[in-house]
């Protein structure tokens, strides 16, 4: 018997011998080891089939060996053992969730760096059932699942001690602030008298003695100041053997430059800057004359004038007459001067950058060697530098994939430690555009933009300047053609200064005769520095509701605008001014700052107005451009959406609300202060556009400059007459409905409720026959519970619709007949 237990013993120490050896051989030569090839390949085995758990693997085998070494008995196949294996295999694949993209879980290279064979075959087929997010939900809750089994913890034990320590956390959380206070406050007490005290003293010790100032006493004449010496700090060298053996290293290819940082030599001398005049509420004529009216001086004239015995009185009155009227006429007659862009708007002082080529070869040399690290054949052929990134043009080689580029956005945004890239192939070119955000960010002034000729040469008055892309072009935009514009983005994104380059732009190009605005600001902060301007048709709209009566006007003026195109025989404005010179009509631009202010107040009023104007109102002249800072799909509608084909969007918070405004990703990697995606009508991609800058003094200067020549803004009596009707008639209404709500009630009404919750039928004649009164009072009782959504209204022969409840319809009773 001893011997037959010996011999089992023996047994069990040579196969926990055998599993140590096995073990030790592979992590040895997982670890890079000379084992030779049999250790080698064991290990790549492992490696292949458990990916980076092949270590586990080997861990565990060791811990077998030892387990039948040790305690002379194997592994027992019990349900833990099954949870831990189980949650191991879970492991792996979501380790290869994570590492690998879908579609490629069980491909050869890829099953290294992930969850081996195991995991990725594991993933492939849950995949393959429950796709890319059903597979993590089933992963994660069947890991869960593992560790209850192998373990004898409960989700609702641990549910309920949470509880309970939350509860005599707070409790004891709770006494301590409680103790807290009471110190604290019986210190303040203390410390507030302490303080009084001082503070007395202090006043009555701090009256001034002459006789007791010594402050003056033996005071010298300093010595004057001698000027320091500036030191100069010694330009860093560049060693060039370094340079030599970085060479072959660094990738061939031209780089380009959006503005010239490294050309020609730059004008030292201060460019001149439009002197800054100090706004004012009320707009500024210079031919007005400063001197009192007729009326005030016609009674003292005679009386001065028969005083000095003299009768040129009425001469000098006529005179006085005779030149009002002819600065008037002056004053009309002066046409109107557009402004200037080099006068009013600053000039930027370009800085040279000796080293920005050395860091665009660098950063180059970086991806070309990130790109090889993961076995993508590509090479880099150009970058070109912006104001916000560069972007290094990608060309793959041949069966390369762009999904395989695009899925190493964020390996290569590490290895070039920058915050977000974006990747995306670039329209018109066989190659892939990289955009990597540079050091500083560039701003962009507007006079850049709109010293090009293309937007002097426009024909179109509502030309606008947008900003410059990546490749130094200026980028312009045509309300007229657009026709509608959207503009999203977050708070400090640069939403606002985009809105007032936009307005400027028109401001530059057209004048009051050609071009009419309507500003929308319900933060009331934005737009209205722009009030007294000629462009203006009413004053800045700062409420919500006349916000709403300015869009329904909008509306009827797009109908008349119609019937006369109708009546004339055109189809356009641009055909009807052509046609008719003499009575040429303005293009309208409506401009509304924040959309979802507007939602919240008036959504269905504000909704149809903008989507009718969306519809139709581009052969009228009559263009919007709506910016909101809350791209949700409550605000901006898929009715707006489908009307609105051009867009703008700045950097939001969520691929959401990127996929939101512009139907794609995108828009939640920019940079913010000006970094945009402009999507006009007619493009497949949006482009990538660094936004013009105007600061607030320069947006004054112009202001001001336009209101300088006499011409005020002509408030348009039709919109005004037509907010202040529909103003009135939402007055009428509110009080006609608090006269109903306040009118006597009928004492009758409970009982008329009860009888109509008790019978199912709201009839006049069964309330008349119930409770014996007249058909008048009767009928009264029915509109009372109408007016309480108790019952519904009649419809024709049919009965009224119960819409409550008996409970709920009695409470509302009482409620009524109380108030």
């Known amino acids: 018997m001893n011997t037959a237990s010996k011999n089992t013993e023996r047994k069990y120490e040579l196969i926990g011998l055998l599993f140590c050896a096995v073990g030790l051989i592979s992590i040895c030569g997982i670890l890079g080891l000379n084992v030779g090839f049999v250790g080698l390949y064991v290990a790549k085995f492992l490696h292949y089939l458990f990916g980076v758990g092949a270590i586990f693997v080997t861990v565990l085998i060791l811990m077998i060996g030892w ?54 075959g594991l993933l492939f087929v849950v995949r393959k ?74 006043v009555k010790n701090s009256f001034y003695n002459q006789d007791k100032d010594t402050h003056f006493e033996g005071v010298y004449p300093s010595s004057a100041m001698q000027s320091e010496e500036i030191s100069t700090e010694d330009v860093p060298s560049i060693d060039p053997s370094s340079m030599q053996d970085t060479e072959s290293s660094v990738p061939h290819f031209t780089i380009e430059y959006s503005s010239e940082e490294l050309e020609g030599s730059f004008p030292e001398q201060v460019p001149h800057m439009p002197p800054v005049v100090s706004p004012s509420s009320k707009p500024v ?85 990130t790109l090889s690290d993961f076995r993508v054949q590509a090479k880099i052929i150009n970058a070109c530098h912006g104001p916000a990134v560069t972007r290094y043009e990608l060309e793959p080689a041949p069966g390369v994939k762009v999904s395989k580029i695009t899925n190493l956005a964020e390996d290569l945004a590490l290895s070039l430690a920058a915050a977000a890239i974006r990747i995306e192939p670039i329209p018109g070119k066989a190659a892939i555009g990289i955009e990597v955000p540079n050091k500083e960010l560039e701003g962009v002034p507007l006079r850049e933009v709109l010293e090009n000729k293309q937007f002097s040469k426009a024909k179109s008055k509502l ?44 401001l530059f190009k057209a004048t009051p005769e050609e071009v009419k605005f309507i500003l929308v600001d319900p933060k009331m902060v934005e737009l209205s520095n722009y009030n007294g301007i000629p462009h203006l048709m009413v004053p800045v709209v700062t409420e919500a509701k006349k916000a709403a009566s ?53 959504p269905h009023d504000v909704e149809d107005a903008i989507c009718r104007l969306a519809q139709k109102a581009r052969a009228a002249g009559i263009h919007m451009v709506l910016a909101t800072q809350r791209p949700s799909v409550d605000v901006i509608t898929g009715i707006i959406k489908a009307n609105i084909p051009s867009r703008i969007s700045f950097a939001v918070s969520s691929q959401i609300d990127s996929r939101t405004i512009l139907d794609r990703s995108g828009a939640e990697k920019l940079l913010g202060k000006g970094d945009m995606l402009f999507f006009p009508v007619g493009t497949s991609k949006p482009t990538r556009v660094q936004g013009a800058f ?26 005004i007459s037509f907010t202040e009707n529909a103003a009135r008639e939402e007055a009428e209404a509110e009080e006609s409905k608090s006269k109903v709500k306040h009118e006597k009630r009928d004492k009758l009404l409970l009982d008329a409720v009860e009888l109509v919750m008790t019978t199912g039928q709201a009839s006049t004649s069964s309330i008349q026959r119930r409770f014996r009164i007249g058909y008048t009072r009767a009928g009264r009782l029915i509109d009372m519970m109408e007016a309480l959504h108790i019952v519904g209204p009649n419809v024709g022969s049919k009965p009224r619709e119960i819409l409550m409840s008996s409970e709920q319809a009695m409470e509302a009773a009482s409620h009524m007949i109380n108030d």
């Open 67 to 120: 387990q039948y070494m040790a305690k002379h008995r194997g592994i027992a196949y019990n349900v833990p053992f099954c949870g831990v294996c189980a949650f191991f295999l879970i492991l792996l694949a979501l380790w290869h969730h994570i590492t690998v993209p879908s579609g490629e879980e069980i491909m050869p290279e890829n099953l290294t760096r992930g969850g081996g064979l195991v995991g990725g």
């Open 463 to 506: 030309t606008v300047g947008l900003g410059i892309d990546i490749g130094g072009k200026p980028i312009f935009a045509d309300l007229a053609k657009m026709p509608h514009l959207l503009v999203a983005g977050a708070t400090g994104s640069g939403k606002s200064v985009c809105i007032n380059t936009l307005i400027t732009s028109i």
């Open 285 to 369: 004529c210079k031919n007005t004359v400063s001197m009192p009216n007729y009326d005030e001086i016609a009674p003292i004239m005679p009386a001065a004038a028969l005083m000095d015995g003299s009768t040129a009185a009425p001469t000098a009155i006529q005179h006085v007459k005779d030149t009002d009227q002819e600065q008037g006429q002056k004053a009309v007659i002066k046409p109107y001067e557009l402004p200037s862009v080099e006068k009013l708007l600053s000039k930027r002082e370009k800085k040279r950058n000796a080293t920005l080529s050395l860091e665009i070869e660098e950063k180059a040399a970086i991806l070309q060697k």
């Open 694 to 719: 105007i600061s607030d003094e320069e947006v004054e200067g112009l202001l001001e400059f336009i209101r300088s020549q006499g011409q005020e803004m002509e408030a348009n009596e039709e919109i």
């Open 129 to 202: 059932f429950f796709g890319v997010d059903g597979s993590v939900i089933l992963l994660v809750l069947a890991g869960i699942a593992s560790i209850l089994l192998a373990t004898k913890w409960s989700l609702a034990s641990g549910l309920l001690k949470t509880e309970e320590k939350a509860k005599r956390g707070a409790k004891a959380t709770g006494a301590a602030i409680a103790l807290t206070y009471e110190k604290v406050t019986e210190a303040s007490d203390h410390v507030e008298q302490q303080i009084v005290t001082k503070v007395r003293e202090h």
């Open 550 to 602: 300015v869009l329904n006007w909008s509306v009827q003026e797009m109908e008349k605008r119609y019937e006369k195109f109708a009546d004339c025989g055109v189809r356009n404005m641009e055909s009807y001014n052509a046609k008719f010179e003499d009575d040429k009509m303005p293009a309208v631009v409506i401009i509304i700052d924040e959309l979802a202010d507007l939602m919240m107040v008036a």
